[in-house]
């Protein structure tokens, strides 16, 4: 299993950015997938959720409004479209599964936000 986050960047604080990750070696369309983050010094979180058997999402509070969760099954690839980003979302973002496979975290993608 392997997932590769991309889109990551450097951005000011209001701009956007869309998160990619490609799953390999495992199909998304029955699996709850989820993006994650971290910061240094933390662990990683969850961010958003998307379950796979009535396309429901969760988000945290923090991003509620400002982050949307998607896939593609087709390309078995799932998305974060962030918006309205601020200093506090820095950290490399990671996608999983829901709950977590320690076996399949990617190397995640960077993002920046700068005030």
């Known amino acids: 299993v392997q997932m590769v986050e991309s889109g990551g960047g450097m951005v000011q604080a209001g701009g956007s950015l869309r998160l990619s990750c490609a799953a390999s070696?495992?199909?998304?369309?029955?699996?709850?997938m989820a993006w994650y983050r971290q910061t240094p010094g933390q662990g990683r979180t969850l961010v958003a959720r998307?379950?796979?058997?009535?396309?429901?999402?969760f988000y945290i509070d923090s991003v509620k409004g400002r982050f949307t969760i998607t896939k593609d099954n087709a390309r078995n690839t799932i998305y974060l479209q962030m918006t309205s980003l601020k200093p506090e979302d820095t950290a490399i973002y990671y996608c999983?599964?829901?709950?977590?496979?320690?076996?399949?975290w990617g190397r995640g993608t960077q993002v920046t936000v700068s005030s």
């Open positions: 999983n599964e829901d709950p977590p496979d320690a076996g399949d």
């Open positions: 070696g495992l199909t998304i369309w029955y699996l709850t």
């Open positions: 998307l379950r796979w058997m009535d396309n429901s999402t």
